[in-house]
């Protein structure tokens, strides 16, 4: 599989964004999908996963409550809803996949989109 992320861009803080991830390929059911951040100067961070079925979602204490993961299978899609943005929030956001693993480390996860940047002004 092949990951395109899209819809970063610039927001005022407190605004929300939608960030999507395509994938090609038939197989997209059968990978856990997730999404990382890399702030500047930063190590690249999870935010949150989905499970195989879309069943289970697990987020990051830092985006809990804030950001939401879902994933739409007939459209190979899974997004990031971004809601109550923060300076902090500004990075590049990369989505994920892996077959095999629920993971949160960087390392899980076999594929990986190009990156969709991320600014929020205060």
């Known amino acids: 599989v092949q990951l395109q992320a899209s819809g970063g861009g610039l927001v005022q803080a407190g605004g929300s964004l939608r960030l999507s991830c395509a994938a090609s390929?038939?197989?997209?059911?059968?990978?856990?999908m997730a999404w990382f951040r890399q702030a500047p100067g930063k190590e690249r961070a999870f935010l949150a996963r989905?499970?195989?079925?879309?069943?289970?979602?697990y987020s990051a204490d830092s985006v809990k409550g804030r950001f939401t993961i879902s994933r739409d299978d007939a459209k190979n899609t899974v997004y990031l809803q971004m809601n109550n943005l923060k300076s902090e929030d500004t990075a590049v956001y990369y989505c994920a996949a892996d077959r095999t693993r629920l993971g949160t480390r960087e390392y899980e996860y076999d594929v990986w989109g190009q990156g969709t940047q991320v600014t929020v002004s205060s």
């Open positions: 390929g038939r197989t997209f059911s059968s990978y856990v």
């Open positions: 989905i499970s195989w079925s879309g069943s289970t979602t």
